[in-house]
């Protein structure tokens, strides 16, 4: 349906997975600037939430909020509220906001970033993003406007993004791991932005892994692995997935 998505044929379904009694876990994936199919998502998810009143509630991003949509800037103002009452909400960092914060720290950043969906975030910023191929010094002007534009409590949450997350038999993270690695020794350039090696992997990574990243039609459950990066800049399709005890399934915007 999608030509810019990778086909990912499927494993076997995963191994039985829980996580601890008396919590759901949604865990949503790239949301890249589409603050609509955020709110659309979220309405979704409180109104699925009404089925599990006793329960402990987590929201989990997965990362890579900015870029390629229009609205970067006001879903990262989202998601620095409280995105549900009554809801944890866990924040994971993509490697798109790796990438915009080097922009901000890094001037020879700046034109890999440009090219990744930077200059959407930019004008949702209100900075004028420079032409392809401007000379440095125009790159240089509108990073130092973008540092001036963001605002402190958007720099606080996107230096306290975290790499990865752990509840129960699931670990959460943006791009993959490092297939054979132990977990507590994988590196954050893996969690952000690995693809082949973990994707093409069908070793048992002591967890059974959630991640967003590379982008699927529709979610990819593996053995090992459940990727639910549905394009939603593009598809309009933003993904959760909802997990309970033993049980797991989807709620998506279209």
Not at 100 to 110: R, V
Not at 208 to 217: A, D, R
């Amino acid at each position: 349906m999608f030509g810019f998505a990778r086909k990912l044929w499927s494993d076997p379904e995963p191994v039985a997975s829980h996580v601890p009694r008396g919590v759901r876990v949604y865990a949503v994936g790239d949301i890249h600037g589409r603050l609509d199919l955020l709110d659309q998502l979220l309405a979704q998810i409180d109104r699925d939430a009404a089925s599990g009143a006793d329960l402990v509630k987590y929201l989990v991003f997965l990362g890579d909020y900015v870029d390629r949509g229009p609205d970067s800037a006001m879903v990262i103002e989202r998601l620095c509220r409280e995105p549900l009452p009554g809801f944890g909400a866990i924040h994971l960092r993509g490697n798109h906001e790796a990438a915009m914060m080097d922009f901000i720290e890094k001037p020879e950043a700046g034109p890999d970033w440009l090219e990744y969906g930077g200059r959407a975030t930019l004008a949702s910023y209100g900075v004028p993003a420079p032409v392809e191929d401007a000379p440095p010094e125009h790159v240089d002007e509108a990073r130092q406007r973008f540092a001036a534009a963001l605002p402190p409590h958007h720099r606080a949450f996107l230096a306290g993004l975290r790499s990865s997350v752990a509840i129960g038999d699931y670990l959460f993270v943006h791009a993959g791991i490092r297939p054979g690695l132990p977990l507590h020794r994988q590196r954050d350039e893996d969690l952000l932005w690995i693809r082949r090696e973990f994707l093409t992997s069908h070793l048992d990574h002591g967890k059974l892994v959630v991640h967003g990243h590379t982008i699927v039609e529709q979610p990819d459950v593996r053995s090992n692995r459940i990727g639910i990066d549905t394009g939603a800049y593009a598809s309009n399709r933003l993904t959760a997935l909802v997990l309970e005890g033993g049980e797991r399934r989807f709620l998506c915007t279209v």
